[in-house]
């Protein structure tokens, strides 16, 4: 049976379930009317309030007096440092830049309420083989810099701009003309079917030490027991908060995939389940899902090199230092990286893992601090939106940008939740997308969950689950079924673009 979405008092979002064709998740529900909505455009990094930008120019530099007769070892090394340091100062150049545009287009707005952000990633700065130029006396050296914003960035910083986007800036005497490009990352679905190729979906959830009187780890922790028990997943060893225990078996339900059973399995972990005396025990079990579970789940403290904090009762952690050579899986998974700033140093940290490529994972992460409140809606949203069903109990495939659209909400827009990765991941139907204007009757008809049966003037025929016009194919479109907000989670549908299905 489909679950309802839990009435938190955080104001977790309640979902309606009608759009005039009966309920969205009824397979059994009668044709829908084919849609006629333009496709929205998305932005290997996506998030649905803000976008990755590359940032390109070339600078030039002089060349001290007796360079040309260095002998290469030293030539090399010396340029190196002269590259190094005339980077540092464009990138300041540009930075103070952008952000001085970012202050005045927020008129004076700062915090939650500004409208416009912008962050530099650390190490940000890249750039190709100086050339020596001008006879050996000044060197050229094309770079390019990295940094996430606001969706509509661009239209402050290089507004008006025809063809190219580009803006200028002072590096110390030097006018640079910087070209500004957003991502061209677009939506995905996460790989459902390598998720639950082998019949079990497993999802640790890993909660990190707090320092705070009030312990905001364990209260989190306490109303996910009580969320998994009174929203139908079993567990035979757990009953209450505790009774959990770092052995404790995972809470376990069943959905179904291509009329094949699926086990969802989830594995939750707190700091006080251990004395001081047996912490190492939380770094093997986060070492342990890292390696075996398909979605691991962090939440928790977080900084720029922080790793996992798990403890605080004293302070124990799993160090970022280790995360190149953690034994991880070269299956696929998902991390979920939930705590203050995990976008800044989190990914490039753990991609030094040769285990892992994006071919291989997908990681959620934040680009500013998190209030206390958003790790109740963050669990929600991973544990209802992977897991979602219909109602005769298929699994309802939903998209990456779908799913951070849940996380951002209104409340918590300043989190900026975003997911690396997405270029690889599939833009059609993961379980099933062969059905596309096969004749129905219903929902039923088209395989599937989250393929549709859709009313054209000749009959009716299936769509597809898609993200992109692209993933549909020649002839075809992917359009939204319905422009209700609160139906947000349907999945569009690749359609013809003349509506007949031939």
């Known amino acids: 049976m ?17 759009d005039g064709a009966g309920d969205p998740l009824d397979p059994g529900a009668g044709v829908r009317p084919a849609p006629n909505y333009e496709d929205s455009k998305a932005d290997n990094y996506v998030s649905t309030n803000a976008r990755e930008f590359d940032l390109s120019g070339v600078t030039h530099f002089d060349l001290p007096e007796g360079f040309a007769e260095l002998d290469p070892d030293a030539k090399a090394l010396q340029l190196d440092t002269l590259v190094q340091r005339r980077l540092n100062t464009v990138a300041y150049a540009v930075k103070r830049h952008v952000e001085g545009v970012v202050r005045e287009a927020n008129g004076g707005v700062t ?18 083989a100086a050339e020596i130029i001008d006879a050996g006396k000044r060197a050229r050296v094309p770079f390019s810099l990295e940094l996430v914003g606001s969706v509509y960035l661009m239209s402050k910083v290089a507004p008006d701009s025809g063809g190219a986007r580009t803006f200028t800036v002072d590096a110390d005497g030097e006018a640079l003309t910087i070209e500004i490009a957003g991502s061209a990352s677009r939506d995905a679905f996460p790989k459902y079917a390598d998720l639950f190729a082998d019949g079990v979906f497993d999802i640790a959830i890993h909660f990190g030490g707090d320092y705070n009187e009030g312990r ?41 995939v291509e009329g094949k059973p699926v086990e969802a399995r989830v594995y939750v972990y707190h700091s006080d389940m251990v004395d001081a005396a047996n912490e190492a025990r939380l770094a093997e079990a986060m070492k342990a899902s890292l390696a075996e579970r398909d979605v691991v789940v962090y939440s928790g403290h977080a900084g720029p090199g922080a790793g996992f904090v798990l403890d605080y009762q004293p302070r124990f952690e799993l160090p970022a230092r280790d995360f190149a050579t953690l034994p991880l899986a070269e299956k696929y998974q998902i991390y979920v ?17 040769p285990a892992k490529t994006f071919d291989n994972v997908d990681i959620v992460t934040t680009v500013n601090t998190t209030p206390f409140s958003v790790g109740y809606q963050t669990l929600h949203q991973i544990l209802y939106w992977l897991t979602l069903t219909d109602d005769a109990g298929r699994h309802f495939p939903i998209s990456w940008n779908d799913f951070l659209r849940g996380l951002n909400t209104d409340d918590f827009r300043s989190v900026h939740y975003g997911v690396h990765g997405i270029d690889g991941d599939p833009q059609l139907n993961p379980h099933r997308s062969d059905v596309l204007c096969q004749p129905c009757a219903t929902d039923a008809d088209c395989g599937a969950g989250g393929n549709f049966c859709l009313g054209y003037g000749g009959g009716a025929a299936c769509g597809v689950a ?8 020649a002839g075809f479109r992917c359009g939204r079924i319905t422009d209700d907000p609160d139906l947000f989670y349907l999945p569009k549908q690749c359609i013809p673009r003349d509506y007949v299905c031939r």
Not at 2 to 18: E, V
Not at 111 to 123: L, M, P, V
């Open 216 to 256: 905001f780890d364990i209260e989190t922790a306490k109303w996910l027991v009580a969320y998994l028990l009174e929203g139908g997943w079993k567990n035979e060893g757990v009953t209450d908060f505790a009774s959990l225990t770092i052995d404790s078996p995972p809470f376990t339900r069943t959905f179904t």
């Open 111 to 128: 915090g939650d309420d500004a409208r416009f952000f912008t962050f530099f990633k650390r190490d940000h700065v890249a750039h190709e």
């Open 466 to 473: 898609c993200t992109t016009d692209t993933a549909c194919g």
């Open 2 to 18: 489909r679950r309802t979405p839990l009435l938190l008092a955080l104001a977790l979002t309640a979902f309606a379930c009608d």
């Open 337 to 353: 990286f939930d705590g203050c700033q995990t976008y800044r140093t989190y990914v490039d940290d753990l991609m030094k893992n």
